[in-house]
């Protein structure tokens, strides 16, 4: 009864509810997964269920896990899109490698078990992301702004970022952050420690403010295929895929997606076989 839990937490990062239930005079255990609308990891594999059957993840919607700080932007935040010569630009608010960079640091030096989530809050112009980390003894703000050796809080956690390539070295996390903001020229970093609170701070680039960014209609309508495009390409290599997940993968709301298959729908460009449960999508 405690062993079969942990272990299902430790494989698959998963809780599930284990009761142990009695029917016709027989013990037996019962096992409850509540459903997710994210995949599975197990040992590398991200799997899905689709319907009565487990699907697992490959081609051009695998590699879940490493698209999820990408989704803060393309969920969150937009890019300021400009067209240079028929070359399409695109300028955002905050260094996107500076992010990326502050969130592994917030995952490598988090206190997990003061059960406090990190945290990321996003402004007109600034974004905060805050988690509760325990620092080296004597560390002050100004040791962190300077060169200093690696004491990640979970060395683990920092050795699988290593392993993964997420991270080139330890120890290095901040001078990249600063480095990302220089090159984007915004401000660099602002990092405050308040008890065991550390937040580090980045100030939107000044000519591409998050509530300022507009783009015109032909430029709309250009996103407008990519998702499109985005969409029909999910659909030729997961037919049975769900608008649930399509939502997740494509870091856009259920609603759009569902806008956008009804209108694919009234193209002609998919056509739904079988029932809502068993049945699948199939592209022109």
């Not at 698209?67 to 300021?80: E, G």
């Not at 809050?121 to 600034?126: L, P, S, W, Y």
């Not at 993968?249 to 569902?258: A, E, F, M, Q, R």
């Amino acid at each position: 009864m405690d062993d079969i839990p942990n272990q299902i937490q430790s494989v698959l990062g998963i809780i599930a509810d284990v009761n142990r239930c009695t029917k016709d005079g027989l013990d037996y255990i019962e096992i409850k997964v509540n459903s997710s609308t994210y995949p599975v990891n197990y040992h590398g594999e991200y799997h899905y269920r689709s319907g009565s059957t487990k699907q697992l993840l490959q081609g051009a919607v695998s590699g879940y896990g490493g698209r999820v700080i990408d989704l803060i932007y393309t969920k969150y935040l937009k890019a300021a899109i400009t067209y240079e010569h028929d070359v399409r630009v695109e300028t955002y608010p905050f260094p996107r490698e500076g992010v990326r960079e502050a969130i592994y640091n917030a995952l490598g030096h988090n206190n997990y078990a003061a059960s406090i989530p990190i945290q990321i809050r996003i402004e007109d112009d600034a974004m905060y992301i805050s988690n509760n980390c325990i620092l080296p003894k004597d560390w002050t703000v100004e040791t962190l702004m300077k060169p200093h050796k690696s004491e990640p809080f979970n060395p683990s956690i920092a050795n699988v970022f290593y392993r993964a390539g997420y991270i080139e070295s330890w120890g290095r996390g901040i001078q990249k952050i600063c480095e990302a903001c220089r090159e984007l020229g915004t401000a660099e970093p602002e990092y405050t420690v308040l008890g065991n609170d550390l937040t580090v701070k980045f100030s939107a680039l000044e000519s591409v403010k998050v509530s300022e960014i507009k783009i015109s209609k032909y430029q709309a309508d250009t996103l407008a295929d990519t998702l499109d495009g985005n969409i029909l390409t999910l659909l030729k290599e997961k037919p049975t895929i769900t608008q649930n997940e399509m939502a997740v993968y494509l870091g856009i709301s259920v609603p759009s997606i569902k806008r956008k298959m009804k209108k694919l729908l009234e193209r002609g460009l998919i056509v739904r076989k079988g029932g809502r449960r068993y049945g699948y999508w199939e592209t022109k």
